[in-house]
């Protein structure tokens, strides 16, 4: 891309941001599935916490079980299932079924066959018991108006030992403070284990007590 092309898209990735924190301001709404392109983007601004770092500091071995949690357009979903391997599994849950259409396009792009897809609201108690070794909660926790129901399904859905990965980034209009999040998890029975970033974009990792 040229300077110009990069500085119109800074443009209006700020102007729609804006247009997008304005209008969530008084209830906590799912991204839209028009504004899918934007959160497909890794923010130049936090690129410790690109899809594929998030990845790769969650330690993710194949053969694991993932859970995707507010997927999207499967930002994160491709590079988690190449993670885990034919021998994994990675459940992608969005309560929007045409971000769940889009990430699935990615999946089979990339030849993958071991996702999952599910339309589901976190907090509804469908996930089971004792079922992932890893979960991601990318930008998402904001979005979801029972954060406290959410992540007690989350917390029961993980395997003893098992770890959420909790990244938030200031310019998301849904943003969650690390002392919000860290409480949050508190309530749900998951303790604080890492912390990587600052204020303007983190990765918080939470993890279920017990031994993997």
Request: with cysteine; net charge positive; proline share 5%.
């Amino acid at each position: 891309m040229t300077p110009l092309s990069l500085l119109l898209l800074a443009i209006t990735v700020l102007l729609v941001g804006l247009i997008w924190r304005f209008s969530s301001r008084r209830s906590s709404l799912p991204c839209p599935t028009w504004l899918a392109w934007m959160v497909e983007l890794d923010n130049p601004f936090a690129r410790d916490h690109n899809a594929r770092s998030i990845v790769a500091r969650l330690g993710v071995q194949p053969g694991m079980r993932v859970l995707d949690a507010g997927c999207g357009p499967g930002r994160l979903t491709v590079p988690l299932a190449q993670a885990v391997g034919d021998a994994g599994q990675v459940v992608a849950l969005d309560l929007q079924p045409d971000m769940l259409r889009r990430a699935k396009e990615k999946v089979d792009a990339a030849g993958l066959s071991n996702v999952e897809f599910i339309q589901h609201a976190l907090g509804s108690g469908s996930l089971g018991h004792d079922r992932f070794d890893r979960a991601v909660l990318v930008t998402v926790l904001g979005e979801i108006p029972d954060r406290r129901a959410a992540l007690s399904e989350i917390f029961r859905a993980m395997t003893p030992g098992g770890i959420l990965s909790i990244t938030e980034i200031i310019f998301d209009p849904h943003y969650q403070r690390r002392e919000t999040v860290r409480q949050l998890a508190q309530e749900a029975g998951f303790r604080e284990v890492r912390f990587v970033g600052s204020r303007v974009a983190y990765t918080m990792h939470v993890q279920k007590e017990g031994v993997l």
